[in-house]
């Protein structure tokens, strides 16, 4: 069994004995069934939200289900269905510089956080024919073992992609976002190529998960439309015509509140669906950046208030005050979505 990897070194010699109880990240949402085996358990046990997950853990998906495991240096792992990843190491402290996962089989999304834009530290995916590396960014991996063949979609900056009989990289490639490259067993990278609308898209919704149902707050008709009088309230001061309410965009803003609060990335669910070929423009106010109901005096309209009050305020050549009062858009969609006392406000523009 490998040691965690911890800050100090006189800590060591106890990091055996430490496994066995301390956690490297969490159950942070959940749809149908996920297990994980515990070593050297013989079972697999069944996962449920908030349920930690320990270093050499084999976590697994069954059929028509995802799962998403935060880790403790804030990397995001979500698995599609059918998935099964084990933990390997994990780099939590200098000194320290790889973590590393297992893909088995299925698909897997991968958000690193941002220590690993330090210098010498790095983020791997291991499948049994490819080895995706990466020093801060966002990427899409899947196993198909009836192919033998690892397919690797880069998200964000640049992702790495060796395979897994090259340990020196002689053969690696370089993935732009939107790229994506195959490595069967045995061979070489294939050279990276932008990928086809009908494949990103079910790359991309197999391990997309949102963390749980809004709040009740973010489906009150009146806190909506009153985000859109606000927002149309700013524009008639400088003659420019109202926006229409769109159900569509608002429908879109609500998933973007939900999944983007989750991952703690601003603008992450409308930069992975291209707008969902709806929002052309997109504002927020963050709960994880500091936007709170008590802010407001306890208000979702007192925050919805503030936040557009923040986007106006910003002046001409701001990008919230152009978006919110530009002439190329026609409709808007709010969302706003509470977590405890965090609240996130989201306005899509449509045309």
């Given at each position: 069994?490998r040691p965690?990897l911890?800050a100090?070194t006189?800590?060591?010699?106890m990091?055996a004995?430490h496994?066995?109880q301390?956690?490297?990240?969490?159950?942070?949402?959940?749809?149908?069934?996920?297990?994980v085996l515990?070593?050297?358990?013989?079972?697999?046990?069944?996962?449920?939200?908030?349920?930690?997950?320990?270093?050499?853990?084999?976590?697994?998906t069954?059929t028509?289900?995802?799962?998403?495991?935060?880790?403790?240096?804030?990397?995001?792992?979500?698995l599609?269905?059918n998935?099964q990843?084990?933990?390997d190491?994990?780099?939590?402290?200098?000194?320290?510089?790889?973590s590393r996962?297992?893909?088995?089989?299925g698909t897997?999304?991968?958000?690193?956080?941002?220590?690993?834009h330090?210098?010498g530290?790095?983020?791997?995916?291991?499948?049994?024919?490819?080895v995706?590396?990466?020093?801060?960014?966002?990427?899409?991996?899947?196993?198909e073992?009836?192919?033998a063949?690892?397919?690797?979609l880069?998200?964000?900056?640049?992702?790495?992609?060796?395979?897994?009989?090259?340990?020196q990289?002689?053969?690696?490639?370089?993935?732009?976002?939107?790229?994506?490259t195959?490595?069967e067993?045995?061979?070489?990278p294939?050279r990276?190529?932008?990928i086809?609308?009908?494949?990103?898209?079910d790359?991309?919704?197999?391990?997309?998960?949102?963390?749980?149902?809004?709040?009740?707050?973010?489906?009150?008709d009146?806190?909506?439309?009153?985000?859109v009088?606000?927002?149309?309230?700013?524009?008639?001061?400088?003659?420019?015509?109202p926006?229409r309410?769109?159900?569509?965009?608002?429908?879109?803003?609500?998933?973007?509140?939900?999944?983007?609060t989750?991952?703690r990335?601003?603008?992450?669910?409308f930069?992975?669906?291209?707008g969902?070929?709806?929002?052309?423009?997109?504002?927020?106010?963050?709960s994880f950046?500091g936007?709170?109901?008590?802010?407001?005096g306890g208000?979702?309209?007192?925050?919805?208030?503030?936040?557009l009050?923040t986007?106006?305020?910003?002046g001409?050549?701001g990008?919230?005050?152009?978006?919110m009062?530009?002439?190329e858009?026609?409709?808007?969609?709010?969302?706003?979505?509470?977590?405890g006392?965090?609240v996130?406000?989201?306005?899509?523009?449509?045309?």
């Amino acid at each position: 069994m490998r040691p965690v990897l911890l800050a100090s070194t006189l800590l060591l010699a106890m990091a055996a004995v430490h496994l066995a109880q301390d956690h490297v990240g969490a159950v942070n949402a959940l749809q149908g069934t996920a297990y994980v085996l515990h070593p050297p358990q013989a079972a697999r046990v069944p996962l449920k939200l908030a349920d930690a997950v320990l270093l050499d853990d084999e976590v697994s998906t069954s059929t028509a289900s995802k799962l998403r495991l935060e880790l403790v240096e804030g990397s995001v792992l979500t698995l599609g269905a059918n998935s099964q990843m084990t933990l390997d190491e994990l780099a939590l402290g200098p000194g320290f510089n790889e973590s590393r996962v297992s893909l088995l089989g299925g698909t897997a999304r991968a958000v690193t956080s941002d220590q690993y834009h330090e210098s010498g530290k790095t983020f791997a995916v291991r499948t049994p024919t490819a080895v995706v590396s990466v020093a801060g960014t966002g990427f899409i991996v899947r196993y198909e073992e009836n192919r033998a063949t690892t397919v690797v979609l880069g998200l964000y900056d640049t992702t790495l992609v060796r395979s897994a009989g090259d340990p020196q990289g002689r053969n690696e490639v370089r993935l732009l976002p939107g790229q994506v490259t195959e490595v069967e067993r045995g061979k070489r990278p294939t050279r990276p190529v932008p990928i086809d609308e009908e494949r990103r898209r079910d790359l991309l919704e197999s391990t997309e998960l949102l963390a749980g149902p809004p709040a009740a707050s973010a489906q009150r008709d009146d806190d909506l439309a009153f985000c859109v009088a606000e927002t149309n309230r700013y524009r008639a001061r400088h003659g420019m015509p109202p926006l229409r309410r769109s159900a569509e965009l608002e429908a879109y803003a609500a998933a973007g509140a939900r999944y983007d609060t989750a991952v703690r990335i601003p603008h992450k669910h409308f930069d992975d669906t291209p707008g969902g070929h709806l929002a052309y423009a997109e504002n927020q106010c963050l709960s994880f950046q500091g936007w709170s109901l008590r802010r407001a005096g306890g208000s979702v309209q007192g925050a919805i208030t503030k936040c557009l009050r923040t986007f106006y305020d910003e002046g001409p050549g701001g990008g919230h005050y152009q978006n919110m009062l530009g002439g190329e858009y026609g409709t808007v969609g709010c969302a706003v979505h509470v977590t405890g006392d965090g609240v996130t406000i989201v306005q899509d523009f449509g045309r």
